[in-house]
């Protein structure tokens, strides 16, 4: 066969994804890479994920329990796909399922933890919860192509934020290494998963004036993560039914369901409180998050796309306040140098043209 369609494989490890080719053949699924690499999944255990309807996106795994997911994208790729595996046809996307069934459970778990007692175990779950299956709801969570843009991958600009997150949560105290993904979108918004997870949208970073307001919405971001906000949300609406996908190794599913909610106003003061405190110590001042909030208020008279990060958080005045009446106890430097900045702004370019 001669058709082949771009596509990005995931490992189920990481959140990273890796741009490659997916080709039909006669026996096998290849998957071939820009570096020559090939790898090949057979027909005969060949598992439908999910598709988008209109036969032009269809989203693989090598086995219906393998960790592995193949999004392959062009006019016609689930037809090429039906006519070499027909079975695909009667597969039900394991996807769907998994969702339908893991929302129907989570509510009946949910109930009966607040009956026996919930609240006073919730902490204690927390605490326990392998950090393995952290990280892996976290990258299923930022690797959901139906909740996100396209991934950018500049690569000076995406180490420049890693730097830059290595700076801020240091001495922090995390468990977990904060690992920063940019999407592509034109939405102001941020946010964190779990496993030490953080999205930036692209439209948040080309709305900031700075660097400095880039690195005080990270900030911002990682004390989510430190206070471990993500993780609590999720057992809040999942509960028990955490562990049960944990041990059947389905635990990424549940992972979107965190997205549609918003944060209280406790953790979003203990997020600002753990802002300024890793703004601090790095040195970094906490002006730029004031000053960033202070536009963004002037903009939203006009009605720019504010999602998440501003929309769901508490008023921009109030915070505005408090990062303004912040006095840095030190010398300040900014949070990237020019280059760098530069880096990050284009961070996206490749996936824009």
Same mark, same amino acid.
């Given at each position: 066969?001669?058709?082949?369609?771009?596509?990005?494989?995931?490992?189920?490890?990481? *959140?990273?994804?890796?741009?490659?080719?997916?080709?039909?053949?006669?026996?096998?699924?290849?998957?071939?890479?820009?570096?020559?690499?090939?790898?090949?999944?057979?027909?005969?255990?060949?598992?439908? #994920?999910?598709?988008?309807?209109?036969?032009? &996106?269809?989203?693989?795994?090598?086995?219906?329990? +393998?960790?592995?997911?193949?999004?392959?994208?062009?006019?016609?790729?689930?037809?090429?796909?039906?006519?070499?595996?027909?079975?695909?046809?009667?597969?039900?996307?394991?996807?769907?399922?998994?969702?339908? +069934?893991?929302?129907?459970?989570?509510?009946?778990?949910?109930?009966?933890? @607040?009956? *026996?007692?919930?609240?006073?175990?919730?902490?204690?779950?927390?605490?326990?919860?392998?950090?393995?299956?952290?990280? &892996?709801?976290?990258? $299923?969570? #930022?690797?959901?192509?139906?909740?996100?843009?396209?991934?950018?991958?500049?690569?000076?600009?995406? +180490?420049?934020?890693?730097? %830059?997150?290595?700076?801020?949560?240091?001495?922090?105290?995390?468990?977990?290494?904060?690992?920063?993904?940019?999407?592509?979108?034109?939405?102001?918004?941020?946010?964190?998963?779990?496993?030490?997870?953080?999205?930036?949208?692209?439209?948040?970073?080309?709305?900031?004036?700075?660097?400095?307001?880039?690195?005080?919405?990270?900030?911002?971001?990682?004390?989510?993560?430190?206070?471990?906000?993500?993780?609590?949300?999720?057992?809040? @609406?999942?509960?028990?039914?955490?562990?049960?996908?944990?041990?059947?190794?389905? @635990?990424?599913?549940?992972?979107?369901?965190?997205?549609? %909610?918003?944060?209280?106003?406790?953790? $979003?003061?203990?997020?600002?409180?753990?802002?300024?405190?890793?703004?601090?110590? *790095?040195?970094?001042? +906490?002006?730029?998050?004031?000053?960033?909030?202070?536009?963004? *208020? $002037?903009?939203?008279?006009?009605?720019?796309?504010?999602?998440?990060?501003?929309?769901?958080?508490?008023? %921009?005045?109030?915070?505005?306040?408090?990062?303004?009446?912040?006095?840095?106890?030190?010398?300040?430097?900014?949070?990237?140098?020019?280059?760098?900045?530069?880096?990050?702004?284009?961070?996206?370019?490749?996936?824009?043209?």
């Amino acid at each position: 066969m001669s058709e082949s369609y771009e596509a990005t494989l995931y490992d189920g490890l990481s *959140a990273a994804g890796r741009a490659c080719v997916a080709a039909p053949t006669i026996n096998a699924l290849e998957i071939r890479f820009p570096d020559g690499d090939v790898i090949s999944w057979p027909y005969a255990t060949l598992a439908l #994920v999910s598709d988008e309807g209109d036969g032009n &996106r269809v989203v693989l795994a090598p086995g219906r329990d +393998a960790d592995e997911r193949l999004t392959a994208t062009g006019p016609g790729v689930f037809r090429a796909m039906l006519a070499v595996v027909p079975s695909l046809g009667d597969q039900q996307p394991t996807r769907g399922y998994r969702m339908a +069934a893991l929302t129907a459970g989570a509510i009946v778990a949910v109930l009966a933890l @607040v009956w *026996a007692g919930y609240p006073l175990i919730k902490d204690g779950l927390v605490a326990v919860f392998p950090a393995a299956w952290s990280n &892996r709801i976290g990258a $299923e969570m #930022v690797n959901d192509e139906a909740m996100f843009d396209k991934p950018c991958t500049g690569a000076a600009g995406l +180490a420049a934020l890693d730097d %830059l997150a290595e700076r801020l949560s240091e001495g922090a105290g995390l468990r977990q290494p904060i690992t920063v993904h940019v999407r592509a979108g034109d939405e102001v918004n941020a946010f964190a998963a779990t496993g030490g997870h953080v999205v930036l949208l692209d439209g948040l970073i080309q709305q900031a004036a700075t660097p400095d307001e880039v690195a005080g919405v990270l900030a911002h971001e990682i004390g989510h993560v430190k206070h471990r906000h993500p993780l609590k949300r999720l057992i809040d @609406v999942a509960g028990i039914q955490l562990i049960v996908t944990g041990i059947s190794g389905d @635990v990424g599913a549940v992972g979107t369901m965190v997205l549609m %909610l918003n944060y209280g106003r406790r953790d $979003e003061a203990q997020a600002d409180s753990a802002a300024l405190e890793l703004l601090d110590k *790095a040195g970094i001042r +906490a002006n730029g998050l004031a000053d960033f909030f202070d536009r963004m *208020a $002037e903009k939203q008279k006009d009605r720019i796309n504010f999602t998440g990060f501003l929309r769901t958080h508490p008023p %921009l005045a109030d915070r505005s306040a408090l990062m303004h009446g912040h006095k840095p106890p030190g010398a300040t430097r900014p949070a990237l140098t020019d280059q760098q900045w530069k880096d990050v702004r284009a961070v996206c370019q490749p996936v824009r043209e």
